[in-house]
């Protein structure tokens, strides 16, 4: 692949409490494509994707081993700041979760509390064209992000995420609570973004992945345990000549 | 998981060995036909190609059902992907026996002069019969090693055509014309029986294999 690498995971080991998330886990992560993990529920799939901007930090008993590095610097190095890697690497969660405010104060909310209110309307109107968001909600801009339907209101998540200017943007499932229409647009927005954005995305529904993502990462219990990348590789093989007869098995259906 | 789908699957998967059957069948009827200028058998080989175009069509229809429905991925849409080209080389294979049964009824390749080539001609009935059959062996066993052999066993096939070729233009006599060009036109229908045979081991080889190499 032509592009470079926007994230790395080196020997990634994950522990909440006593309980092994993620084992052994080394991935390189394309700049400007979009990579996609899948795999059965608890595999570890959403603990890698919290991995790659310190979201983890946030839950107690959390312990990471091994190497995320992103832009040459290894995220997890004692002197990395994991407020500014948040600020450079964007999350969208699974249910969309627009803030009670305006529809421009939840996209200006990012730039207003890290102190870039220059521009403010522009960045707004930017970071809403991008979402793919503008035409919609043009005229209402400061009536309440609540008032938008579900697929409107990640669209805006994906706005406020990109009020930032981030380089990196992790999705969650960000489709699973949306109805197919809705999750349609989504996935057109991610192709359109991979041209100036690197995004990861977590999905449990596999036709998805295949739809919309350039590699595809294939996580599962081996032995019972949780945490192990089986195979990683583009989409189009992953889909079509899986090497590994796990990944074959769960892509088609046959257990998971 | 998908318990209906992969069943439909390997009944999909049968099928295609059931048609490959009735395909292998009748070129072995044909060729006996022709050795025995039996006009009858030849128009059992006829009347047998519509089941043949049935059954192609059944699982054309049902693999685009697959695919609409169930979106299939790895080795399950390899499977439906070689099926569907495999289906086109058996209905291709159907087709070419039903025109030597035409010839066979048109003539009964007995005059004198034509006798010493129906020996080779009984021959390349027999081997593209033979190499068609260990093709859908290969495909009933996803054997590719049995697969990968069968280029090089029509290359006896191709030699066979040749000389036939040669022998039919040394024949003698205005009478011979007619026969010797019907001769050729079913040599020519038996080997390209082959190259079907070694198109369907191609696809063996795609399926298991899942090079696109083997869909060309």
């Known amino acids: 692949m032509a592009n470079g690498t926007a994230l790395e995971a080196k020997n990634l080991e994950l522990w909440y409490g006593g309980f092994q998330a993620l084992r052994d886990v080394s991935l390189a992560v394309p700049q400007k494509r979009i990579t996609a993990i899948i795999g059965s529920s608890g595999c570890g799939k959403s603990s890698l994707l919290r991995c790659f901007n310190r979201m983890n930090d946030l839950i107690r008993g959390c312990k990471v081993k091994g190497e995320v590095s992103f832009a040459g610097k290894n995220i997890y190095a004692a002197d990395a700041d994991p407020t500014d890697i948040r600020f450079r690497i964007g999350m969208v969660f699974q249910k969309p979760n627009p803030f009670p405010k305006s529809i421009f104060d939840n996209v200006a909310f990012g730039p207003r509390v890290n102190g870039l209110t220059d521009n403010l309307e522009e960045t707004v109107d930017r970071a809403l064209h991008r979402a793919a968001l503008w035409d919609e909600v043009k005229d209402r801009l400061h009536n309440s992000a609540l008032e938008l339907s579900g697929g409107q209101q990640q669209r805006l998540c994906i706005a406020r995420a990109l009020a930032l200017e981030p380089e990196v943007i992790l999705m969650d499932e960000p489709c699973s609570a949306l109805d197919p229409q809705a999750t349609l647009k989504v996935e057109d927005l991610m192709g359109v973004l991979a041209e100036d954005y690197t995004i990861v995305i977590v999905t449990h529904n596999m036709q998805q992945a295949a739809r919309v993502s350039h590699m595809t990462a294939f996580m599962n219990m081996a032995e019972d345990r949780a945490g192990v990348l089986v195979e990683y590789g583009p989409t189009p093989q992953i889909f079509t000549t899986p090497k590994n007869k796990s990944t074959e098995d769960y892509v088609s259906g046959r257990f998971g | ?216």
């Open chain 2, 1 to 216: 998981m998908r318990e209906a789908f992969h069943k439909e699957l390997e009944s999909l998967d049968q099928e295609v060995v059931r048609m490959g059957a009735l395909v292998e069948q009748s070129v072995q009827m044909v060729t006996t036909a022709l050795m025995e200028a039996d006009k009858d058998l030849a128009q059992k080989v006829r009347d047998g190609d519509q089941q043949v175009d049935e059954a192609v069509l059944d699982i054309e229809k049902r693999c685009l059902i697959i695919l609409a429905q169930q979106a299939p991925v790895a080795g399950d849409l390899r499977l439906i992907v070689a099926i569907l080209r495999i289906v086109g080389d058996l209905e291709r294979t159907g087709d070419l026996a039903y025109n030597i049964a035409k010839l066979v009824q048109l003539d009964d390749f007995r005059e004198p002069s034509v006798k010493p080539v129906r020996g080779l001609v009984a021959e390349l009935g027999r081997a593209s019969a033979s190499l068609l059959g260990k093709a859908i062996d290969a495909w009933a066993t996803k054997d590719e090693s049995l697969a990968a052999d069968l280029a090089l066993q029509d290359n006896k096939l191709d030699e066979l055509h040749t000389e036939l070729i040669r022998r039919l233009i040394d024949l003698d006599g205005e009478e011979n014309i007619g026969p010797a060009l019907r001769l050729a036109m079913v040599g020519r229908y038996l080997e390209r029986i082959g190259d079907h045979a070694v198109n369907l081991g191609d696809r063996v080889r795609y399926f298991v294999t899942g090079d696109a190499e083997f869909l060309t």
